[in-house]
């Protein structure tokens, strides 16, 4: 049964992962060294985030789809740009 499953853009959402604040802390050091694995990872596990934020505007007139790719790029920008030192 899949209660949780969102299919947008062509990707399923109901496996997506989830990180304890260690672990998320583990990949950020990680992805700030150059790993893109680690990176690739904190996009998957925060593409929730992305999806509740467009839930916001399914009543309105826009493609889903669209503000879909939009969110993933806002979230690898954030990522690129997030600031350790700051807590």
């Given at each position: 049964m899949y209660y949780k499953k969102v299919e947008i853009s062509g990707f399923d959402t109901s496996n997506l992962p989830e990180f304890s604040e260690e672990e998320r802390n583990n990949l950020i050091?990680?992805?700030?060294?150059?790993d893109?694995?680690?990176?690739?990872?904190?996009?998957?596990?925060?593409l929730k985030l992305v999806l509740s934020i467009i839930?916001?505007?399914?009543?309105?007139?826009?493609?889903?789809?669209?503000?879909?790719?939009?969110?993933?790029?806002g979230?690898?920008?954030?990522?690129?740009?997030?600031?350790?030192?700051?807590?």
């Amino acid at each position: 049964m899949y209660y949780k499953k969102v299919e947008i853009s062509g990707f399923d959402t109901s496996n997506l992962p989830e990180f304890s604040e260690e672990e998320r802390n583990n990949l950020i050091a990680r992805m700030k060294q150059g790993d893109k694995k680690a990176k690739d990872l904190l996009v998957l596990g925060n593409l929730k985030l992305v999806l509740s934020i467009i839930q916001r505007f399914r009543y309105k007139n826009i493609d889903f789809d669209d503000l879909f790719q939009v969110g993933c790029i806002g979230l690898i920008k954030a990522l690129n740009n997030f600031d350790t030192s700051l807590n």
